[in-house]
């Protein structure tokens, strides 16, 4: 493990597989390592229902800290997100200077 993932913030993302639905930021965990075993934490805890409906996790390399409000960090999330694509479809629809 490179110093840079162990310093790393990582979000643990639940999101459902057959809706494409996002439930948002579950944790924010320090370094891959920590975020590797809180995940499988997480999982192992999820009922066989919650799974069989199509709800798993999934680890996004993040600047949000670590052991913030999952609430606060899904909104900070999704507001990037958002910033991010608005700024994908304004550089799509700029006209390409042609020399």
Same mark, same amino acid.
């Given at each position: *493990?490179?110093?840079?993932?162990?310093? %790393?913030?990582?979000?643990?993302? @639940?999101?459902?597989? @057959?809706?494409?639905?996002?439930?948002?930021? /579950?944790?924010? /965990?320090?370094?891959?390592?920590? %975020?590797?075993?809180? *995940? @499988?934490? /997480?999982?192992?805890?999820?009922?066989?229902?919650?799974?069989?409906?199509?709800?798993?996790?999934?680890?996004?390399?993040?600047?949000?800290? !670590?052991?913030?409000? !999952?609430?606060?960090?899904?909104?900070?999330?999704? %507001? %990037?997100?958002?910033?991010?694509?608005?700024?994908? *479809?304004?550089?799509?629809?700029? !006209?390409?200077? @042609?020399?």
């Amino acid at each position: *493990m490179t110093r840079q993932e162990s310093k %790393a913030s990582y979000a643990i993302i @639940r999101h459902n597989v @057959r809706t494409y639905v996002s439930a948002g930021v /579950v944790e924010v /965990v320090r370094g891959q390592q920590n %975020a590797t075993l809180a *995940m @499988r934490e /997480v999982e192992n805890c999820q009922s066989s229902e919650d799974r069989q409906l199509g709800w798993r996790y999934f680890l996004e390399e993040t600047d949000l800290k !670590p052991g913030m409000n !999952p609430e606060e960090a899904t909104q900070l999330r999704w %507001a %990037a997100q958002e910033a991010r694509e608005n700024k994908a *479809m304004s550089e799509q629809s700029s !006209p390409i200077e @042609r020399r």
